[in-house]
């Protein structure tokens, strides 16, 4: 048993309070259940409640993740926490990460700077440990009307029986009971109640599942090193592996590695097991304003595992982050890709409730994210075998790509997740080191630098995205919109459906909300005078008119709520 306690975040219990259910008060009616309070249950009840869906949250725990969990938090995902209103607090406690190493025993073999773009509000990677992200999360969630928050409720049973009441048994240390909703999200992790109570399993994709262990572990050491992420191909202390060390926030590193085939899982545990090889770690990385006196904070194992549903959709139960997908942990997709399914799913929900869409609009969730997931299991798992080599086959593989190194560099893909590709759209190509040029239908919207008309005041694009509703984008030279389109702007803004229109301009005038004076947010998203772009409420590109006339302008909003999931 370790001694210390992590530094980074003081942990607090929640406490139960009895339910209507159980105390013989009125019980409330919520449309929507989330089980599970981690980041993907947590965003996915917030973005919820912000529609105005009666939503209730179910944790079994009282408390939130115990450990740094995640660390690399991805553009997209902070992106999120913008929309939802809590990106504030966790860019003021968050570090952009600054670079890349790549090391074969001793030698740095590469290194390469994680892309901080000018034209993006967010960097590409920022790290902060998993728990602070649940915080923000569960502050906003705790503060809101709409969603109420139930710890120490656990789910034991989903009744499908009527096809439009799923109804859950939660099981309290006061007694049990039942509720009926309109809907239920599964956001309870890989071991979560409503996947085994439906007999769902998870089906194997590509080769990235393996036996073999890892350890991870955190260590509290001072060092004037900036955040990076280094990855060590066979280290003197581990010539038959590999070992990743993160540096976090709070004076916090993060160190995993795999055990041999012939080494024992529970006495690798051990924390003097543990220590010896932080300690070869700490020498290794000859850092020489760190301090001696490090301390182990945290020690676990993991398998890393590739996984997913054969769908996220059951009826009115739907599954997000790892209840519906296990992503290997390196690369840092766990959370990022559950914050995006997250925000794919909680606006169709809430418009489908709101009666501004059909059902057929909650289909695409399945057909949007699920084949983006497999695209990110397949790349991630070239990474994932060489860092398990869970065959002889995979063995001889990776002694071939680590004889190659340093020579060859086009190996390092083959080795470091962090190269692997991650598919955020299966429309367009995958991402590059920076960020993709043009607004393409079906991809993330690219963010852009722009001025508030008639200031110096900047902005960013994404800033000006309605949350939790549609966003129209009027691209024109000096701010004047053409009469039939202020009136299709006016008919769209004045209907059920939330909608907002923007007209950013080269110069200020007429109805511009912004100016891009410099052309350089044009060129990014390939807009010209008359680009016009509708933007969904998880800030995805809906849908690209060039030039357009008031029917067509139309005929996109609607057809972006009734769309035909028949057709994906």
Same mark, same amino acid.
């Given at each position: ?22 105390? $013989? ?11 599970? #309070? ?13 529609? $105005? ?59 390469? @700077?994680?892309?901080?773009?000018? +034209? ?51 099981? +309290? ?19 979560? #109640? ?94 020489? +304003? ?66 501004h869409a059909p059902q057929a609009l909650l289909d695409v969730y399945d ?39 340093? $020579? ?21 190509? @995958? ?23 008639? +200031? ?72 010209? #005078? ?30 972006l709520l009734h769309f035909d999931a028949a057709t994906v």
């Amino acid at each position: 048993m370790l001694e210390h306690k992590p530094g980074f975040f003081e942990w607090q219990k929640y406490p139960f309070q009895l339910p209507p259910e159980l105390s $013989g008060a009125e019980p409330r009616r919520f449309q929507v259940a989330v089980v599970g #309070a981690g980041p993907v249950g947590l965003a996915t009840a917030l973005a919820l409640a912000q529609q $105005g869906i009666r939503t209730v949250c179910l944790e079994a725990r009282d408390q939130l993740s115990d450990s740094s969990r995640t660390l690399a938090v991805s553009r997209r995902s902070v992106q999120v926490l913008d929309r939802l209103g809590v990106a504030a607090p966790f860019c003021e406690r968050a570090v952009p990460r600054e670079r890349n190493y790549v090391y074969q025993g001793h030698q740095l073999i590469h290194s390469a @700077p994680y892309e901080q773009s000018p +034209t993006e509000k967010h960097p590409d990677i920022s790290v902060l440990q998993q728990p602070w992200v649940e915080k923000f999360l569960l502050d906003a969630v705790l503060a809101h009307p709409n969603v109420e928050l139930r710890w120490l409720s656990a789910v034991t049973g989903v009744d499908v029986n009527d096809p439009e009441r799923p109804r859950l048994t939660v099981e +309290t240390a006061q007694g049990r009971y039942t509720l009926d909703v309109d809907y239920v999200v599964a956001a309870d992790g890989a071991r979560g #109640a409503v996947r085994r109570e439906l007999g769902l399993p998870y089906r194997e994709i590509g080769d990235g599942v393996s036996s073999r262990n890892f350890v991870i572990c955190d260590f509290e050491m001072k060092s004037a090193l900036p955040v990076s992420r280094r990855l060590w191909i066979r280290p003197p202390h581990r010539p038959n592996s590999a070992v990743i060390l993160q540096r976090q926030p709070y004076d916090t590193w993060r160190l995993d590695y795999a055990l041999d085939d012939d080494e024992d899982r529970d006495q690798a545990l051990k924390p003097e097991s543990v220590a010896r090889v932080v300690q070869a770690q700490v020498d290794l990385l000859g850092d020489a +304003t760190a301090v001696s006196d490090w301390r182990i904070v945290w020690i676990s194992s993991y398998r890393p595992m590739s996984r997913s549903l054969d769908s996220y959709r059951h009826g009115r139960i739907f599954f997000a982050g790892d209840a519906a997908h296990q992503t290997p942990i390196f690369g840092g997709r766990g959370m990022n890709q559950g914050l995006l399914d997250a925000s794919n799913l909680a606006w169709r929900l809430g418009f489908v409730l709101n009666g501004h869409a059909p059902q057929a609009l909650l289909d695409v969730y399945d057909h949007e994210r699920r084949p983006v997931i497999v695209r990110n299991l397949h790349a991630i798992g070239q990474a994932t075998l060489c860092m398990t080599a869970p065959s002889r086959g995979a063995a001889l593989m990776r002694k071939a790509v680590f004889d190659l190194l340093p $020579g060859e560099r086009f190996v390092i893909a083959l080795i470091d997740a962090f190269n692997a590709n991650k598919a955020e759209s299966l429309l367009t190509p @995958p991402p590059a080191q920076d960020p993709a040029i043009g607004a393409a239908v079906g991809s993330p919207l690219p963010d852009a630098p722009l001025l508030l008309a008639g +200031t110096s005041e900047h902005r960013f694009l994404h800033d000006a995205l309605l949350r939790n509703g549609l966003t129209g984008i009027y691209f024109c030279i000096d701010g004047e919109v053409p009469e039939v389109l202020q009136a299709a702007f006016a008919e769209l803004a004045a209907g059920a459906a939330p909608f907002r229109p923007i007209v950013v301009a080269r110069r200020p005038g007429g109805h511009a909300w912004a100016c891009d004076p410099t052309g350089a947010g044009f060129a990014k998203l390939a807009a010209e #005078a008359g680009t016009w772009l509708l933007v969904r409420p998880d800030g995805y590109v809906g849908a690209r008119l060039e030039h357009p006339h008031r029917d067509a302008v139309l005929r996109a909003f609607n057809g972006l709520l009734h769309f035909d999931a028949a057709t994906v």
